[in-house]
């Protein structure tokens, strides 16, 4: 079972190479976006059920963004928790 903050890193790791090769772009390019989200995240201690809680409620969030980003992350954690249902 993967943890979140493994997780949360495994993600970042993969933006970051895209990131690295999207040269030119802004600073308020979406990907820059997700992750300066995903860094808060990333930064934080908790279960793996306390993880998909919040992703779950960070979905319905009013900023489009972070509901975005949540939904991208929970399918990606649900796929890589076999124990996930």
Same mark, same amino acid.
């Given at each position: 079972?993967?943890?979140?903050?493994?997780? @949360?890193?495994?993600?970042?790791?993969?933006?970051?190479?895209?990131?690295?090769?999207?040269?030119?772009?802004?600073?308020?390019?979406?990907?820059?976006?997700?992750?300066?989200?995903?860094?808060?995240? @990333?930064?934080?201690? @908790?279960?793996?059920?306390?993880?998909?809680?919040?992703?779950?409620?960070?979905?319905?969030?009013?900023?489009?963004?972070?509901? /975005? /980003?949540?939904?991208?992350?929970?399918?990606?954690?649900?796929?890589?928790?076999?124990?996930?249902?």
């Amino acid at each position: 079972m993967q943890e979140p903050r493994a997780f @949360c890193q495994s993600v970042m790791h993969d933006y970051e190479r895209q990131w690295s090769r999207a040269t030119g772009h802004g600073v308020r390019h979406p990907l820059r976006l997700k992750m300066e989200r995903l860094k808060a995240w @990333c930064d934080e201690t @908790c279960t793996a059920a306390d993880f998909e809680a919040r992703l779950r409620a960070a979905e319905q969030s009013d900023d489009i963004g972070t509901a /975005l /980003l949540a939904e991208e992350l929970l399918g990606l954690w649900r796929a890589v928790r076999p124990s996930a249902g």
